[in-house]
């Protein structure tokens, strides 16, 4: 298994600002996954990181507002940029072990 | 777009088995059937895994039919704590390729 620590685990946030979510993985991963889930839905992808590159967005997401950063094999941010309401989900990181993904707890997110 | 289909939601007594069904009428050859659930307010969690034949472990079962068009996870022993979304997904066994999420299957265990 692998042991992913996520923080926070909730935010209030104002419309307008940042939050910086970050992800640690207890052993190194080449890449990490965020993933979104807003209200009563299922999770989308959002991004792919990879150590030492740029991160791969998903239809929808853009680096302006979902900037990422991974600057090791065991630890990634995301940072949900100039917040709405609409921004308002949960957030999870996940990693890829032995062909299962885990997960991290996720971030809630309410913005205000 | 998630490659698979599941019922929305399900009811089953506390103490039963629990058979949630998933559809993949589309997949290829080299992807195997994932299950994951999702308790409340935590994330997914892996359940078990196949390719073609069943499998077992000691959360569940997976029977995969033999065109390997649909499958379903059993919960021998259904509890209240396993009242939980599951959610199907088909992917290739490869690392790095993430999971494309369907909306699952809400399972409510009754006591």
Not at chain 2, 48 to 57: P, R, Y
Not at chain 2, 58 to 66: G, P, R
Request: proline share 5%.
């Amino acid at each position: 298994s692998a042991v992913i620590s996520q923080k926070p685990s909730r935010d209030i946030c104002q419309r307008g600002t940042s939050l910086t979510i970050q992800c640690q993985v207890d052993s190194q991963v080449t890449m990490m996954f965020w993933y979104r889930q807003q209200p009563g839905q299922s999770l989308t992808l959002i991004a792919t990181a990879n150590q030492g590159s740029e991160a791969t967005y998903e239809s929808g997401f853009v680096i302006d507002k979902f900037p990422i950063s991974r600057p090791n094999l065991t630890f990634s941010t995301l940072t949900v940029s100039n917040m709405s309401p609409e921004d308002s989900s949960i957030y999870l990181c996940s990693v890829d072990r032995n062909t299962e993904a885990f997960f991290g707890q996720g971030t809630r997110l309410t913005v205000v | 777009d998630a490659k698979t289909t599941q019922p929305t939601s399900m009811d089953c007594a506390e103490g039963r088995a629990a058979n949630l069904p998933c559809n993949h009428s589309t997949i290829s050859g080299n992807e195997y059937v994932y299950w994951y659930r999702q308790i409340h307010s935590q994330g997914p969690q892996y359940i078990i895994h196949g390719l073609k034949n069943n499998e077992t472990n000691e959360m569940a079962s997976l029977i995969i039919t033999e065109d390997r068009k649909s499958s379903t996870l059993i919960l021998p022993h259904a509890t209240l704590r396993d009242t939980a979304v599951y959610y199907c997904i088909v992917r290739v066994d490869n690392y790095g390729q993430n999971f494309v999420f369907g909306p699952g299957t809400r399972l409510s265990v009754l006591p």
